[in-house]
């Protein structure tokens, strides 16, 4: 089992920049795959990025491919999602997602398939 709680998020303006932490406890963070989904009112939960436990695949959907870097510190128990040039349709509650992996290249862009969630944290993108 593993406990994880988002911070970094906040008001930005448009073609700003945020990188958003997660921090893991409760047991170790290794042999977890991480991922990043964000939810805006009214509109369902979206994929924004996946890394494997060793770091080795990321994913990244069309939306945010080359504004944003999903990156995981395994000795620090943290992954963090890096935006960049953000615009307002980034706007969204930001959460993070772990699931157990045992292959290293293991990542998943589905949230049915995490069984451990963070309680999100805002990011408000003014234009």
């Known amino acids: 089992q593993v406990q994880l709680v988002e911070s970094g998020g906040g008001l930005v303006q448009a073609g700003g920049s945020l990188r958003l932490s997660c921090a893991a406890s409760g047991r170790t963070f290794s042999n977890y795959a991480m991922g990043w989904f964000r939810q805006a009112p009214g509109k369902e939960r979206e994929f924004v990025a996946a890394?494997?436990?060793?770091?080795?695949?990321?994913y990244y959907p069309d939306s945010v491919k080359g504004r944003s870097t999903i990156s995981r510190d395994n000795a620090k128990n943290t992954v963090y999602l890096q935006m960049n040039n953000l615009k307002p349709e980034d706007t969204a509650v930001y959460y993070c997602?772990?699931?157990?992996?045992?292959?290293?290249?293991?990542?998943?862009?589905?949230?049915?398939?995490?069984?451990?969630w963070g309680q999100g944290t805002q990011v408000t993108v003014s234009s």
């Open positions: 997602a772990a699931v157990r992996a045992y292959l290293g290249s293991y990542l998943s862009l589905r949230d049915y398939e995490y069984n451990y």
């Open positions: 890394i494997s436990w060793t770091g080795s695949s990321t």
